[in-house]
């Protein structure tokens, strides 16, 4: 992200390090940022924003939250996406703290909610995927008082799971993106939810801002009609830097001087109370056997079914054609793929349905929080897991056994890679606990990194368990036997330590 003016008195960006110069001499109307999308199509474009929109949105912010200078706030987001706005200014106009979790913590979402609770964090910001990292961990937060989701698509499920971890915190869905500048759309939910994989609504429109859901003739859609969600609002962003052609596509300007439009690309509909519910992006449509298939709509039914936390869905290329791949977060062992095929059923036409389920004990995110399609593991091989030599020691067994359950398969042998039979970097949290939970001492997340197969993981775990002093002792009792016979002197030398 690069500070810029915009029009620039040289006549193009400002580069870093003439951005200082430049902003001290720009009228106020003229400062402005340059910020890049989180690139859901695979290229970040670089968004051109005036000051005022990222002003008007703190001011709003604060009032309409009573935030103040008591409050902590905590640096969840990317440093690379445009909420590091929200979450640096807001703190630093209010004279608030900010608390910036080292990246370890960050990657290890025990350490994560301990760190919270420790810093005694009231505001936080949180993708509807880190919310559910952070209360698996089952660490409470008492403290929270205002927790904001945005980013992608949040249930009522993601919702109950999170108020459960942070009993007093008031709860709020928000909506924006990178060319409407911070949230434009607000929905507080109140009383009690359901722990149904129902999307919470995005809500109407915020300070003077409209959502509208548009259908393919760009007439406001009908109650319960997917369309693609607009934004109508004064204080959007001005333009996509470099590029006019996808500016003039995806802006545009109401006659008579109206307020402006911004095409977000999602999908969404009107609920009867005239909110927006989100349902996915309009980029995610996949062609399946001839027939157009809503990648939102697959992962919306999946994760409607009450065993599950999350979902997402992609479309792999195969010999014979593209395919669908499914994947869901189960809320519990009890949870089986074929239940969920059988859910999926009852709700989806034929070429609709996964040609693969996989589960995963969670979704690959960007460092911005969101689900990180590209990430997405192949679904291993049938037999991947069953070759191979049978664990023989305890660690090795329980390695194994603790494998096989967040995994989902029937065996693991002991030379079994993690990340070859299914398994993928978020996985090993809940690996991690499972393994602590067991051996009763901490496992250092990295540990899971550094040895991938069942037999390395536990020979290390058994190493780690040996104190330094027994392991000294084992070293001596080695080398003594490894020496020859030879030299009785130096064996009874030896025989008197």
Known sequence: MYACIWPPETGGVTGPGRAAEALGRAKPGERGYLAFTSGTTGE??????????????????????????????????????????????????????????????????ARLAAWLRERAITVAHVTPQLATLIAAAGVELPDLRLVVFGGDRLTFADVARFAAVAPKARLVNAYGTTETPQAQAVHEIVGQVGASGDPVPVGHGVDGAELLVLDAGGSPAAVGELGEVVVRSRRLARAYAGDDELTRSRFSREPGGGPDRYRTGDLGRYDPDGRVVPAGRADGQVKIRGHRVELGEVEAALAAHPGVLAAAARAAEQPGGPVLHAYAVPAGAAVQAGELRRHLAARLPDHALPAELVLLPALPLTPNGKVDRAALPAPPPRAAAGPGQEPATATERLVAGVWREVLGLPRVAADANFFEIGGHSLATAQVQARLAAALGREVPIVDLFRFPTVRTLAAHLDGERRTPGAERAARRVAARRARPSTRPHRARRESDE
């Open 44 to 109: 970040p474009k670089p968004v051109v924003a005036a000051e005022e929109p990222l002003a008007r949105f703190l001011d709003w912010y604060a009032a309409e939250f009573a935030l103040t200078a008591d409050d902590r706030f905590a640096l969840l987001a990317g440093l690379a996406h445009d909420p590091l706005l929200r979450d640096v200014w807001t703190p630093l106009t209010l004279g608030a703290t900010l608390h910036v979790p080292a990246q370890d913590r960050m990657r290890d979402p």
